[in-house]
């Protein structure tokens, strides 16, 4: 008999979970204790919106939502609020180039449809986090990577292996700063080198910006200006830790960017994604500002804690929840002894294609981070 899957289909119902996370099972199934430094689910750490704020916000926001009226690109509301977040930042968002999704990843996919031919090619960067492969294969386009470079302890783009990268399929760009998981924050004059190459090759900028309230310092995060056409990512997931409540955004900028509003919006309409109620609850959330500060704060105190805990170099980062240390053993081969002897479950950098490194999140408690890493 014919399969009913996909190859795709296929590939995903037919994978084995990878070797770590076998052992981990293992070793949990036998009673030992693990300690989890990649789990990257804030909730299971402490660090939650303050629970009487949320309901505050939703039971003021539930009576908006008994007429159902929708909007294709989202409650106008709630895209006025993300216009306004951007203006305390300096950037100037007409809430008409704000279009709502349900979260960051599927805002992806919207973009790669809106913006790709099958088979044209996105630029993604290379380490960088796992999430494109599947994206990319869901929409039936091509990543293509362009490099990172290990320069004075932190890791920069290289812009001309990135130019060298443009074929003349390539249609978009992907820039994730602060980056997951090198940390690496995008400069000006870096912006200002990718703009030339967008210019000239015709390329959307899809800027992924979830962790821009997760800065090392307090510096503002520098943000793409004037590209021809240009979407900043971003939502409430990991700025406000309310990952359930799938409320993310695509915000477009540049001379092209009404039109792609316009295609972006008969795909929103296909689908009607973002709840009402998570819509009618983004004013409220957005204005919460000493909620990204608490969370900032605690990520940086977490970052802290594990460097000093751990005997091995860190990448120098300048954002995010992620740290990367140098081993110079094989990664593989560490990462599963630190969990089989060690008890510590951290991933081989090559899970993002960092060679020569392992990889974890500074999202556990400080005493578990502490613990884990002297284990380590
Ligand atoms: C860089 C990056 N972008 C996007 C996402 C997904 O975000 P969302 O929860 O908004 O889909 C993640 C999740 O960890 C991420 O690390």
């Given at each position: 008999?014919?399969?009913?899957?996909s190859?795709l289909?296929?590939d995903w119902?037919?994978?084995?979970?990878n070797?770590?996370?076998?052992?981990k099972?293992?070793?949990?199934?036998?009673?030992?204790?693990?300690?989890?430094?990649?789990g990257?689910?804030?909730?299971?750490?402490?660090?939650?919106?303050?629970a009487?704020?949320?309901?505050?916000?939703?039971?003021?926001?539930?009576?908006q939502?008994?007429v159902?009226?929708?909007?294709?690109?989202g409650?106008a509301?709630a895209?006025?609020?993300?216009?306004?977040?951007?203006?305390?930042?300096?950037?100037?968002?007409?809430?008409?180039?704000?279009m709502?999704?349900?979260?960051?990843?599927?805002?992806?996919?919207?973009?790669?449809r809106?913006?790709?031919?099958?088979?044209?090619?996105?630029?993604v960067?290379?380490?960088?986090?796992?999430?494109f492969?599947?994206?990319?294969?869901?929409?039936?386009?091509?990543?293509?990577?362009?490099?990172?470079?290990?320069?004075?302890?932190?890791?920069?783009?290289?812009?001309?292996?990135?130019?060298?990268?443009v074929?003349?399929?390539?249609?978009?760009?992907?820039?994730?700063?602060?980056?997951?998981p090198?940390?690496?924050?995008?400069?000006?004059?870096?912006?200002?080198?990718?703009?030339?190459?967008?210019?000239q090759?015709?390329?959307?900028?899809?800027?992924?910006e979830?962790?821009?309230?997760?800065?090392?310092?307090?510096?503002?995060?520098?943000?793409?200006?004037?590209?021809p056409?240009?979407?900043?990512?971003n939502?409430a997931?990991?700025?406000?830790?309310?990952?359930?409540?799938?409320?993310?955004?695509?915000?477009?900028?540049?001379?092209?960017?009404?039109?792609?509003?316009?295609?972006?919006?008969h795909?929103?309409?296909?689908?009607?994604?973002?709840?009402?109620l998570?819509q009618?609850?983004?004013?409220?959330?957005?204005?919460?500002?000493?909620?990204p500060?608490?969370?900032?704060?605690?990520y940086?105190?977490?970052?802290?804690?594990?460097?000093?805990a751990?005997?091995f170099?860190?990448v120098?980062?300048?954002?995010?929840?992620?740290?990367?240390?140098?081993?110079?053993?094989?990664?593989?081969?560490?990462?599963?002894?630190?969990?089989?002897t060690r008890?510590?479950?951290?991933?081989p950098?090559?899970?993002?294609?960092?060679?020569?490194?392992?990889?974890?999140t500074?999202v556990?408690?400080?005493?578990?981070?502490?613990k884990?890493?002297?284990?380590?």
């Amino acid at each position: 008999m014919r399969d009913f899957l996909s190859s795709l289909g296929r590939d995903w119902a037919d994978a084995e979970p990878n070797p770590l996370t076998a052992l981990k099972r293992r070793l949990e199934a036998q009673g030992h204790d693990v300690i989890d430094l990649v789990g990257a689910n804030p909730h299971e750490h402490g660090l939650v919106f303050p629970a009487d704020r949320l309901a505050e916000i939703a039971a003021l926001a539930l009576p908006q939502t008994a007429v159902y009226r929708p909007h294709p690109l989202g409650q106008a509301a709630a895209r006025e609020a993300v216009s306004a977040w951007y203006f305390r930042r300096g950037v100037a968002i007409s809430p008409e180039c704000v279009m709502l999704t349900p979260g960051t990843s599927l805002a992806y996919w919207y973009l790669f449809r809106v913006l790709l031919e099958a088979g044209d090619e996105v630029l993604v960067p290379h380490p960088g986090y796992p999430l494109f492969g599947d994206i990319c294969a869901l929409a039936g386009v091509r990543g293509r990577f362009y490099h990172l470079r290990a320069v004075d302890g932190g890791w920069r783009p290289d812009f001309e292996d990135l130019a060298f990268q443009v074929t003349r399929r390539t249609r978009a760009v992907v820039v994730v700063s602060p980056h997951n998981p090198l940390g690496t924050v995008f400069r000006e004059d870096e912006w200002d080198a990718l703009r030339e190459i967008c210019e000239q090759g015709s390329l959307a900028l899809i800027h992924d910006e979830v962790f821009s309230e997760f800065l090392v310092d307090d510096r503002v995060l520098p943000r793409p200006r004037e590209f021809p056409l240009s979407f900043s990512l971003n939502g409430a997931s990991k700025m406000l830790s309310l990952p359930g409540l799938k409320l993310g955004w695509i915000a477009a900028s540049g001379a092209h960017a009404q039109r792609a509003m316009r295609a972006l919006e008969h795909v929103s309409d296909t689908f009607l994604p973002v709840g009402e109620l998570a819509q009618a609850m983004a004013p409220a959330l957005l204005a919460e500002a000493s909620v990204p500060s608490m969370l900032a704060e605690a990520y940086r105190a977490r970052r802290r804690v594990a460097s000093k805990a751990l005997r091995f170099p860190v990448v120098e980062a300048e954002g995010g929840v992620y740290l990367c240390a140098q081993v110079s053993q094989d990664e593989d081969a560490f990462c599963e002894e630190a969990l089989q002897t060690r008890g510590v479950l951290v991933h081989p950098g090559h899970f993002y294609d960092l060679a020569g490194h392992f990889v974890f999140t500074c999202v556990a408690a400080p005493p578990t981070l502490t613990k884990g890493c002297a284990r380590l």
